[in-house]
């Protein structure tokens, strides 16, 4: 259940040639119409990839007829020669598919500061154009893993005749800063690109960018909803953004679950904050302490490492008056130890952490994952 | 050559059985005056321990008799018991050394969370007031040490008479969150805590404020400076100010040297800068990134990390003219790759990493170190 669940699209993922292992590199997404609304949204990083660069011109009109992803290279900090790499790329795909290029996005991930062999991305299009299907949308979401273990697909199937889609890469936003999050939602719902683009960030806003497992902020991450309308059925807004929602969170759990080299699963969750921007806050301070992700890994319920990372956010709070809970376990209260530490149990893959700010009313949930060996490992050797 | 090279200071280390290694784990510096002038710096973070509460208010008025430390417990998220124990221990060593307990500065360093044993800290003091002697500065860095390797002292001695003497704990800033940096400088020049105050805040700002081994910061941190004007030399401010200085950088690097598992120390040095504060902001978010760290650890040259990290910032550059050295190769100019990264060198364990921002003439350099699986393992069994 991929991209393809929607009505009016065919995908491809094939060999380029572009990844040293041979491993399929290229997927490409039509997009059949009738309509061709579309919207994006994109890393906020300043050192921004060529493909992102391309791509944010090609959506500014809300048309989108294909798009095309290719893992195996960032083709970032590659100058005025990488950007001529993209171009070219959605050229070849225009030129395939009989469409503009000026309607092609561009995706691209891998290493930072090496340029894409254009001759072989082209011949991939040739490929992936001829190969595309209703029944390649697994063969797409496959094509674009880098340090992936498994491809991320999901689905939404409305009793109404409608459906969203969207396959996913990114070893679990731990390593965006090359092994970037890429995303592909389609849906056959008849929806403009206006309402398209406000479903979209509402999703990703409480999905994609509430995980963070590493901090480090790629510059290639984009994550793209296309609307064919092929269904013929127009849903609410409300339906339509609540099935978007759906079927981001399911792949951004699947990204967390795949994070690189990580043995827990976290979810942080804030409550009784001053504002929903509060608790991302302070979710996000906690998610990034390499000491608490650290204590995780070796199954030590350190609360100290909780509150030192919490205390350093200017969030409303009273430091004295926070409540900390680690798997149901109340640990801390009011600047107190309360019950033991000995009671918590962290050997499954599951770890809840409750912080009770208990200044006002909002609360959230950031998801990240532990600092392990394994992690290191896969870091220290990547491009090497 | 430490606390003690200034005249008018004795100090102790000992053994109060805090730890539970039975290793020295109380250390306590005494000014005999003339002066009792003092100035101290703070932990920013809003998650405060109880002996900086005491500390904050002892600081005031600008005069100190004594500093105790101990490690083996943070004293921090403690409660009502936890302030009573770092008053109690106060008031002991004002007992001992027939001083005032508002005149006693108190440290603590080790696991958040855990009541610290007030009968055995009171007796550690007691012991250590009979050891307090010129030939003990020595045992004082000792007693202070936790997850650190060696201990960390300096001096300054001035030709004209005067000098200053430092003694730090902290594996590198690497584990503020618990491992806490204490230091504790001394000086027999002659000088007002005014001028103490702002020769430690000129010389933090660029040395201990510049040490970013994880971007977790303590609840803990102190950093003292105590006067005694037992030379009876009152130098310049600037000659006074630039001993600090000296003092803290050799103990900071020292701390850098000792950082928990790291086999790699990092100078980041941006350059070009709009200003100062971009410069720092820009080698924090370097000194930070997880997965920089890890491509070091893995002797990787991958400078695509460096801008990745360099992108999140709001400092002033324009994102395609910048240029990084690594070990002084050019990895990228304006945005393309310029020598190949195969010609850097990283098996050193000195790296040397250049950002040159072309938007001004300021320039900072911030220092971190690398991240590996022995950062991890140590983190990851520190309370259990």
Sequence with gaps: MTVTVAKGFVAAGVRAGIKKSGKPDLALVQNLGPLNAAAAVFTSNRCQANPIIWSKQVIVDGQVSAIVLNS????????????????KTAEAVADALEISAGDVLVCSTGLIGEQLDVEKLTAGVSIAAAELSEEHGQAAAEAIMTTDSVSKTASFVSEHGWSVGGMAKGAGMLAPGLATMLVVLTTDAV???????????????????????????????????????ASGVEPSFEDLAAAVQAVSQDLAMQLLRDAEGS??????????????DDAVKVGRSVARNNLFKAAIYGNDPNWGRILAAVGVTDAAFDPYDIDVLINGISVSRKGMPDQSRDLVD?????????????????EATVYTNDLTHEYVTENSEYSS
């Design 191 to 229: 929806a403009s690109s206006q309402d398209l683009d406000r479903a979209l960030r509402l999703a990703t806003r409480v999905t994609f960018d509430r995980l963070d497992s590493d901090g480090c902020m790629s510059t290639n991450d984009q994550v793209t909803l296309m609307a064919s309308g």
């Design 346 to 362: 962290l050997k499954p893959r599951e770890v809840a952490i409750d912080i009770v700010l208990n200044a006002g009313q909002h």
């Design 72 to 87: 195996g290279g960032a083709n970032c900090y590659t100058g005025p020669q990488g950007f001529q790499t993209t171009h």
């Design 263 to 276: 043995s827990h699963d976290i979810a942080i969750r804030v409550s009784k904050a001053a504002s929903e």
